[in-house]
């Protein structure tokens, strides 16, 4: 079995609420965007299923240095 280090005193990283994702979403009109400095797989694992639960679909593409995500309906 490998060996495994406990380490104690590691603070636990807040997490981003729905309620700010959502947010985000149902303030955007379609034809708007976002740029993030993070991973497009990152952004969908973010957004994708709060966008599913408003009905609202999006898309994300490579921009530079990060990703942009529009809101397409």
Do not use: Q
Request: proline residues 4%; contains cysteine.
């Amino acid at each position: 079995m490998k060996e495994v280090k406990i380490e104690k005193g590691i603070p636990i990283p807040s997490r981003v609420k729905f309620g700010e994702n959502r947010k985000l979403l149902e303030s955007m009109e379609v034809g708007d965007s976002v740029f993030f400095n993070l991973k497009r797989d990152t952004i969908w694992a973010r957004y994708y299923n709060p966008a599913l639960r408003l009905g609202i679909e999006i898309t994300v593409r490579k921009d530079g240095e990060g990703c942009r995500m529009w809101r397409t309906k």
